[in-house]
């Protein structure tokens, strides 16, 4: 059991590490979650952390069933997640994401599905935190996964090699200091299966390629090389936390304004007066703020603080975001788009199957109220009446709420954490005017994609 003990003993540590605390019963009040995907990480980390743990610290597990595999496959391995939690006395809940939304947000975002899957993953990391008032979620990274990471961020030219980090946030990663063959020691020592994604064998994923290809050949032709990265990667952490002390005061200098959602400005004057790291890693930050659809290359950012090519190409376009040089600002903001491109809007006139943003529903009248239904999922909005809209989002979009007073769509859609769905929710909008002449919005139809429906005029 030599391997059981290590592994045990290394997650001991790297827990009290990460959390900064002497010893384990600094951690029996706590509200730890887990996530398990039903793979050997996953479920060598649950069964660590219910050995370790002090019996009086919660542990919730969440799996999350993306449906983006064969049905028979994903649905049984969220199936094997959820007994196995239970086999060892875990609770676990399961988030499902709907058949081909992985698919649908990728196309939209225009990312690739693994990184669509990686948003729809972590927003229903952060509902299920917040519901269960989970003071720290453990992520089964581990040492073959930092390597992994940080070959594919030297292959694609990433300027922060800084990698995988122990913890950000509520997210901890106790397994970062354990490879892979040990974590499956550790599991066969106590016979103790797991699940394998049929996806691991497909070479068409970079991930996949570094795994099955690249880190086989360095193992062989290059001992310790495995060793080398990781200090090369504490090396640009050490290198990052630095220039992070001196960018906060920069941030100051260059009036660093990112209080709008779609906006972020500098001084134009503050800003080329820095060196071009720290002007770089300002850009960047707008960059992190802002959202980008697809990674920017590091050239095209670095282009941007250069005076001179600024002069030159005083606005200039990447993956979604404007940038712009116009004295006195610097700028980066998210590109406009008209309502038709990014946006639908369907006036419903009579009872029957209708189609808005790829969604389809049935609208039928049920006494005084009217009745939207979607499969299994259905809203009841009292009073409405024909012709009424179902559309998406609009800037300046308000929403009864409690008390008769007006409330933000934008802070609705921020504190449901809704990401890229923000944009997908249905809206029902009462287009014969009240009395005040107002047409308002009557119900948020969020139940269909993972949030509840606000409904006014109950």
Known sequence: MAFSDDLEQNVKTSLLEIL???SLDDLSALKFGVAVSGGADSICLVTALKSVLPETASLFAITVNHNIRPREETCGDAAFAVDYCASIGVECFCAEIPEGRILEDAKIDGTGVEDAARKARYDAFEKFICEKNIDFLCLAHNRNDRLETLMMRILQGTADLSGIPLSRGKFIRPLSGCDRSQIESYLRCRGISWKTDS?????????????????PLLNEEFSGWGKAVLSLSEKSAARTGALDFYREEARGRVEFDSSGRDRVSMNSGAFFSFPLETRTALMMDAVRHLGARDRIPYGFIKSRCLKEHAGIHPVERSSGLVFSCREPFVSVEKETKVATET???CIIEESGKFCAGGFSFDVRMNGGAMVLSCDRDEVEIPGLKFPFAVRSRQGG?????????MRSLSKIFDDWKAGSLRDRILLVQQLVPDEDGSAPLRCIWGIPFGFHNWITGL
Request: hydrophobic share 30%; no cysteine; glycine share 12%.
């Open 20 to 22: 900064g605390k002497k």
């Open 199 to 215: 996806t691991n064998g497909d070479n068409s994923y970079l991930r996949n390629r570094i795994r099955n290809v690249l880190v």
């Open 343 to 345: 946006g639908f809007f």
């Open 397 to 405: 979009d308000e929403i009864e709420a409690a008390g008769n007073r």
